[in-house]
């Protein structure tokens, strides 16, 4: 027990003194995962989108290069983000510009290209789910809006995509908890987040163990708030869990399935006046 | 009463792959007509309706509307589908929209009405259904039938000059199948144009101008109802309405 008393003590006396630079980590933590995870859906909606376009044998030649071209384009942008480690991707990114420039231009802040980092490699990801998210949408609902003559832009736009964000949803959620762990590799490119407080802390004072606890009670933490938060914006994209039919109105009953006894007539509700319930 | 076509099909050919699944088919659509396809399943039927809307490709032949060819439409096939209406056997109704708002988009973004006129215009086409009370529902609260008055008030807002029915009452239980008949019926006694691919002979026999019967990928037989459901020409209608024709 004596142990366990001591890092007690050891975690209180790092918290006291360093408290405010953890906060300030993970608050930059915070930001970085949700700003990179945003543009890495919009980045992913964009390409899930346009590799969605039907490619239609009988379509020009040029429109068929074209479709073909763009398909290859964001396939390799997928392959190679996907396929390389984030750390590496960042120091990459980062040194990439002061070397073809001979050291005249680089990034004027961590901040731009810690989020450019994030950004596309969250894009990335989102991309295949975007795409698997319009593949699964029922091929009906294209058929339906093709029948009543909308274009393959406002099919997407009315109807398949309201549809497929309800499907991706969890990866969109899954994608920032997995962006709260992960930008801890931005240490590389001297971005300060939670992580880097960490490393800051323990070369000043060598307590690597109770700033480690610190640190995965931290994570847990932000992790932990996100996920019980995503669930219930997920809660409320679901709407009404009640698939009960609506059978309380008494005209389905009679409408255009009786006859009166005396004309003949079918019942049926012809009030055209009606003006709904809202 | 010989009338102008509205639809004419000329030497219509598809071929899936090296599955020929029309073989030069010739037919017209009048105005007022109300045409049932019959025939065995795998005949072609659905495929000659989805040929007509464009939802698949001809092979080869001219299809004209109002004698214009439609086979080779670029931007314009959109505002064609828009005249040419589609019930589906599985409805295809918009899942993430409201009844009101499956009837509405098309009016909307096809047609530009403004978005009152098309609710107003929906309500009353949803009236004519009787899906009026429903119109806040979404397609996943509805029954069978339900959706499928639903899917034909939705194609009957666009105003269209034909509705085209793909097996409306193969996906409805027996008890179903009724309201959606009688809708239909009911249209068809207003002088609306349909072309309607079914298995239901009664509503052939009895609410049709003229009946069609495909076999194999190809028209074996036309003519009047009432002819071709007691007297057959065609030794494949006899054999395939035997079943009717000893009742």
């Given at each position: 027990m004596g142990k366990f008393s001591q890092l007690i003590q050891d975690v209180i006396r790092l918290c006291a003194k360093y408290l405010p630079m953890y906060l300030s980590g993970m608050k930059n933590t915070v930001l970085l995962a949700l700003i990179g995870t945003v543009l890495g859906c919009i980045i992913g909606?964009?390409?899930?989108?346009?590799?969605?376009?039907?490619?239609?044998?009988?379509?020009?030649?040029?429109?068929?290069?074209?479709?073909?071209?763009?398909?290859?384009?964001?396939?390799?942008?997928?392959?190679?983000?996907?396929?390389?480690?984030?750390?590496?991707?960042?120091?990459?990114?980062?040194?990439?510009?002061?070397?073809?420039?001979?050291?005249?231009?680089?990034?004027?802040?961590?901040?731009?290209?810690?989020?450019?980092?994030?950004?596309?490699?969250?894009?990335?990801?989102?991309?295949?789910?975007?795409?698997?998210?319009?593949?699964?949408?029922?091929?009906?609902?294209?058929?339906?809006?093709?029948?009543?003559?909308?274009?393959?832009?406002?099919?997407?736009?009315?109807?398949?995509?309201?549809?497929?964000v309800r499907n991706i949803l969890p990866q969109i959620g899954n994608n920032y908890i997995i962006n709260l762990k992960d930008t801890s590799v931005m240490f590389m490119i001297s971005f300060t987040d939670f992580f880097a407080v960490h490393r800051g802390v323990v070369g000043a004072t060598y307590s690597y163990f109770p700033s480690a606890v610190i640190e995965m009670i931290g994570y847990l933490t932000m992790t932990l708030i996100s996920s019980f938060l995503l669930r219930k914006v997920e809660q409320r994209m679901e709407g009404s869990s009640s698939f009960e039919l609506v059978v309380s109105d008494p005209l389905t009953l009679t409408s255009g399935v009786y006859r009166h006894p005396v004309s003949e007539e079918l019942f049926k509700e012809r009030s055209r006046d009606y003006k709904g319930k809202d | 009463m010989e009338m102008e076509p509205i639809l004419e099909v000329r030497h219509l050919?598809?071929?899936?792959?090296?599955?020929?699944?029309?073989?030069?088919?010739?037919?017209?659509?009048?105005?007022?007509?109300?045409?049932?396809?019959?025939?065995?399943?795998?005949?072609?039927?659905?495929?000659?309706?989805?040929?007509?809307?464009?939802?698949?490709?001809?092979?080869?032949?001219?299809?004209?509307?109002?004698?214009?060819?439609?086979?080779?439409?670029?931007?314009?096939?959109?505002?064609?589908?828009?005249?040419?209406?589609?019930?589906?056997?599985?409805?295809?109704?918009?899942?993430?929209?409201?009844?009101?708002?499956?009837?509405?988009?098309?009016?909307?973004?096809?047609?530009?009405?403004?978005?009152?006129?098309?609710?107003?215009?929906?309500?009353?086409?949803?009236s004519l259904v009787g899906m009026a009370p429903y119109c806040n529902a979404k397609p996943r609260q509805l029954s069978g039938g339900q959706k499928q008055r639903v899917a034909i008030a939705r194609a009957m807002a666009l105003d269209p000059e034909v509705i085209l029915f793909d097996e409306p009452?193969?996906?409805?239980?027996?008890?179903?199948?009724?309201?959606?008949?009688?809708?239909?019926?009911?249209?068809?006694e207003q002088g609306m144009t349909m072309a309607v691919v079914t298995h239901e002979m009664a509503f052939a026999r009895q609410v049709s101008s003229r009946v069609v019967f495909m076999d194999e990928g190809v028209i074996m037989e036309e003519g009047d109802p009432e002819e071709l459901f007691t007297d057959p020409r065609n030794e494949r209608t006899r054999e395939f309405l035997g079943r009717y024709l000893n009742q």
């Open positions: 909606f964009i390409c899930g989108v346009l590799n969605a376009i039907p490619y239609d044998t009988n379509a020009p030649l040029g429109r068929r290069v074209l479709i073909r071209t763009l398909r290859a384009v964001i396939r390799g942008y997928v392959e190679v983000f996907r396929g390389t480690p984030m750390v590496l991707q960042a120091v990459f990114i980062y040194y990439a510009l002061p070397y073809f420039t001979d050291g005249a231009a680089r990034f004027s802040s961590v901040w731009a290209a810690s989020i450019l980092v994030v950004s596309i490699n969250t894009g990335a990801y989102m991309t295949e789910s975007v795409r698997g998210g319009i593949i699964s949408v029922d091929p009906g609902q294209v058929e339906g809006a093709m029948a009543i003559g909308l274009t393959h832009i406002q099919a997407m736009m009315y109807v398949i995509l309201p549809q497929a | 050919s598809k071929t899936f792959g090296t599955n020929p699944v029309l073989k030069d088919i010739n037919f017209n659509i009048c105005r007022g007509d109300v045409i049932s396809v019959i025939g065995p399943s795998g005949s072609g039927k659905s495929t000659l309706l989805r040929c007509i809307n464009l939802l698949e490709t001809p092979t080869s032949g001219t299809i004209l509307f109002r004698g214009k060819d439609i086979t080779g439409l670029g931007n314009e096939v959109f505002a064609y589908r828009a005249k040419v209406g589609m019930v589906f056997q599985s409805f295809n109704l918009f899942d993430n929209l409201s009844v009101i708002d499956n009837c509405t988009l098309g009016q909307i973004r096809v047609l530009h009405r403004s978005r009152e006129e098309a609710q107003e215009y929906a309500r009353q086409i949803l009452t193969s996906a409805l239980d027996p008890e179903l199948v009724g309201e959606v008949l009688d809708v239909m019926r009911e249209l068809a």
